[in-house]
């Protein structure tokens, strides 16, 4: 599975961006999705994952309410809907697939493909 992972750019404190992640291969629909963001100096850290099906996500507590995260088997995709943007969202997110469905789905270990990550920056 390659991913490739836009949408990303500046946005002022209180907008909104939807991110998307666009996958090739067959497998798409088997695959646990999830987005990840890492900011300077800082670690890799949980967005939001989704199920194969599409039919459950969950959130970072700091993430719940103001972003979304679906799917698109048909087309292949993945998105990120980011609403009520804090400066502190400011990070490159990056989209991630777990093929197996083995691994913790809120650590960045437990994923088997990545994207290239896009840049989110907010400003205040």
């Known amino acids: 599975v390659q991913l490739q992972a836009s949408g990303g750019g500046l946005v002022q404190a209180g907008g909104s961006l939807t991110l998307s992640c666009a996958a090739s291969?067959?497998?798409?629909?088997?695959?646990?999705m999830a987005w990840f963001r890492q900011a300077p100096g800082k670690e890799r850290e949980f967005v939001a994952a989704?199920?194969?099906?599409?039919?459950?996500?969950d959130y970072k507590d700091s993430m719940k309410g103001r972003f979304t995260i679906s799917r698109d088997n048909a087309k292949n995709t993945v998105y990120l809907q980011m609403n009520s943007l804090k400066p502190e969202d400011t990070a490159v997110y990056y989209c991630a697939a777990d093929r197996t469905g083995s691994g913790i789905y809120y650590l960045p270990g437990g994923y088997d493909y990545w994207g290239q990550g896009t840049q989110v920056t907010v400003s205040s």
């Open positions: 291969g067959r497998t798409f629909s088997n695959c646990i």
């Open positions: 989704i199920t194969r099906s599409g039919g459950n996500a």
